[in-house]
């Protein structure tokens, strides 16, 4: 499987953006596709992943209520919208995939398949 993340660029404070992941190979052979990132000087986190079989989600608890994950099966694509956007979020973003259930533990661990980043800058 094969994932390209696109959506990242530059954004004021308290701005919006949508990623997009779309996933290559067949969507329904994982149960987790997620949303990880990376900030300057930092460990990599997770924020989120859903299950493409049957929409289950999960969200890092420090994640929740600007970041909201979607999957669209037909398109085979997955979307983070990521609103009130702070400069904090400033962080290469990616998008992965793994064979294992959508979870925290997931989340907290990494996935099997990954793509290429998307750089996130929030500024003014």
């Known amino acids: 499987v094969q994932l390209q993340a696109s959506g990242g660029g530059l954004v004021q404070p308290g701005g919006s953006l949508r990623f997009s992941c779309v996933v290559s190979g067949f969507i329904l052979d994982m149960n987790a596709i997620g949303w990880f990132r990376q900030a300057p000087g930092k460990e990599r986190e997770g924020i989120t992943c859903v299950s493409p079989k049957d929409g289950q989600v999960s969200y890092v608890d420090s994640m929740k209520g600007r970041f909201t994950i979607s999957v669209d099966n037909a398109k085979q694509t997955v979307y983070l919208q990521m609103n009130n956007l702070k400069p904090e979020d400033t962080a290469i973003y990616y998008c992965?995939?793994?064979?294992?259930?959508?979870?925290?533990?997931?989340?907290?661990?990494?996935?099997?398949?990954w793509g290429k980043g998307t750089l996130v800058t929030v500024s003014s």
């Open positions: 992965a995939a793994d064979r294992a259930i959508c979870s925290d533990w997931l989340l907290n661990h990494g996935m099997r398949y």
